[in-house]
């Protein structure tokens, strides 16, 4: 999904945001446009990614392979694809240290094998190789990986999606910590809504390859402004949902709004039940609201 005029603030310290949206409506775009890691033939044609006042579409290479390590770092959505079954587990650790830091192969090692002692692995087992560890143990490997120079800024593109509910809460939990410990701040993409009270403290909801409500996680999900937060909530299923959260379920699986620059109506519109005429005629743009929480929508603006 492209993204459209998207607009999002993250300190880089101490922050934990929630991205959450269905999917195709370009949360993991988000995640690898601020990494400039947008792979051909996608391209980032307009806009700004700004980092400490630096412009991330302008940097150098040298300054860019800086960036992504130092500055922000990514936990990515698969962990086996993440890691080279023909290394050990150790080995790209070591690596970015040594290339990133500068220090000897032995001072490496042993960072390495307590980051990964600090993620919950035995350093014994540092020598395996990916294949011989679960799928909650390459996950920790990975998340280890992306702390490894201490970034500023940690994304995680839906970390717990491959793993079951036990272990899936113990990742959550090492997030939680790590970012706690670290005083870093964190991006968590995912399209549970369900996880996020355990992981962060703000939530920014993505419709169609924009940012259509951000706010406090509690606030957000307890008394959403979107109607498209709204219809979220209200698919949430459990075994006491009746006839209207099922309704509210299929609605995810209608077509979002096709992008296009002319598009100068809410796109939302089609399928909002609060929809007026100024929402045909009018594009809404994300602005705050009282309690400081911002949406976008003519409901409030």
Known sequence: MALDKTVLEIPESGYTLGLVGESGSGKTTLGLSILRLIESPGRIVSGQIEFQERDVLKMSNNEIREYRWRDVAMVYQSAMNSLNPLSRVVDPITEVLRVHSGISKQEAWSKASSLLSEVGIDPVRARDYPHEFSGGMRQRV?????????????????????????????????????????????????????????????????????VVEIGPVDEVLFEPLHPYTEMLLGSLLTVDSDEKSLDAARGL?????????????????????????????????????????KVSCHKYN
């Open 142 to 210: 990975v998340i280890a990986l992306a702390l490894a120079l201490s970034p500023k800024l940690l994304i995680a593109d839906e970390p717990t999606s491959a793993l079951d509910v036990v272990v899936q809460k113990q990742i959550l939990a090492l997030l939680r910590r790590e970012v706690s410990q670290k005083k870093l701040s964190l991006l968590f993409i995912t399209h549970d809504i369900s996880i996020l009270t355990d992981v962060v403290e703000h939530v920014a909801v993505m419709y169609a390859g924009e």
């Open 253 to 293: 699986r209608e077509p979002v709004t096709e992008i296009r620059p002319d598009n100068n109506y809410c796109k939302y519109v089609g399928t909002c039940k609060y929809a007026f005429d100024r929402c045909r005629k009018e594009r809404p743009i994300l602005s705050e609201t009282t309690g400081g929480r």
